[in-house]
């Protein structure tokens, strides 16, 4: 009796589980609940990325369309991974979120985590997209994009296409807004907490010191950086990331440490990608 019981509870659990699979399929197919989205497709696993988003990653991605087969296709999972567990907000004259605002914004994240398979920057679950630059009351200045600690992303979708406008000038919204993301994601106590390595960070941020010393302090002194803003060594990494995919071999050249702790950093070498596709490796 005992084993005619066994052996009906393993056909009978997975007969369970496959309808529990299902109905989370249903919900998220047919359900327009924020809640119910981002928390069942938040633990599934990769699935292929929605026809109406893929031209836009080939039209704004060198980055993406100097990957092999291989990887061009996980790319475009994760882009579609992170599109299915955030919620984008229009703000302004913006009424409703497009999928070229969609699939450009999640291909800034992916571009920058690509090293990190399971980074999708989960803490911040809210992206907000304003028509131009926006009004904070927080800080009562105006923004082009902002990262807050709560858990929201703000961007203006003027200023981010903006960004790639002219994809070699080493200026771009996207990517810089989401290395402060990536910042604040290892230090902000969260799931995907510390995630980089902390030694190598310092090691970068001594160099970015060294830099911006350069930068303020030297009139005669021709950075790749003089051009920017540096505020501070937080700011200076969101800009050296922007240099970092947008004029690669100009950053390497100009302060090739710099670079390689920035290289270690992402787990990623744009150098090597942009090579013959024969030829190169990616970072692991």
């Known amino acids: 009796m005992g084993n005619e019981v066994n ?3 393993v056909p009978w659990t997975a007969f369970c589980f496959l309808i529990l699979l299902v109905i989370i399929y249903l919900q998220m197919r ?10 069942l497709k938040k633990y ?10 893929k031209p836009y990653l080939s039209q704004y991605f060198s980055f993406y369309n100097s990957l092999l087969e291989k990887d061009k296709l996980l790319f475009e999972k994760r882009v579609q991974k992170f599109i299915d567990i955030k919620t ?29 398979p399971d980074v999708y920057f989960r803490h ?31 961007l203006s979708w003027k ?20 290395a402060h993301a990536l910042r604040l994601t290892c230090i902000v106590e969260n799931e995907e907490y510390d995630f980089y390595d902390r030694e190598t960070m310092s090691a970068f941020e001594l160099e970015a010191h060294n830099e911006t010393a350069k930068i303020k302090f030297s009139k005669d002194h021709k950075s790749v950086f003089s051009n920017y803003n540096v505020a501070n060594v937080d700011e200076f990494f969101s800009i050296a990331v ?7 071999l100009e950053f390497k050249d100009y302060n090739p440490k710099l670079f390689t702790l920035l ?16 030829s190169r490796n990616l970072a692991s």
């Open 7 to 9: 052996s009906l509870i």
């Open 30 to 39: 047919f359900s327009e609940a924020p809640f119910i989205k981002k928390n």
């Open 44 to 53: 599934l696993i990769l699935r292929n990325l929605e026809s109406v988003y």
């Open 88 to 116: 984008f907000i229009p703000r302004g004259r913006i009424k409703e979120i497009s999928p070229e605002m969609k699939a450009t914004i999640a291909g800034c994240a992916i571009q920058l985590t690509f090293g990190y």
């Open 124 to 154: 911040f679950w809210r992206i907000l997209v304003y028509p131009d630059s926006y009004y904070s009351v927080i800080t009562r200045k105006f923004h082009k994009g902002e990262v807050n600690p709560g858990g929201i992303i703000a």
């Open 159 to 178: 200023s981010f296409k903006d960004g790639f406008a002219n994809p070699s000038d080493g200026h771009n919204l996207g990517f810089h807004e989401m």
């Open 242 to 248: 922007e240099c970092f995919f947008e004029k690669p």
């Open 263 to 278: 290289s270690v950093i992402l787990k990623i070498d744009p150098t090597i990608i942009c090579k013959p596709k024969e």
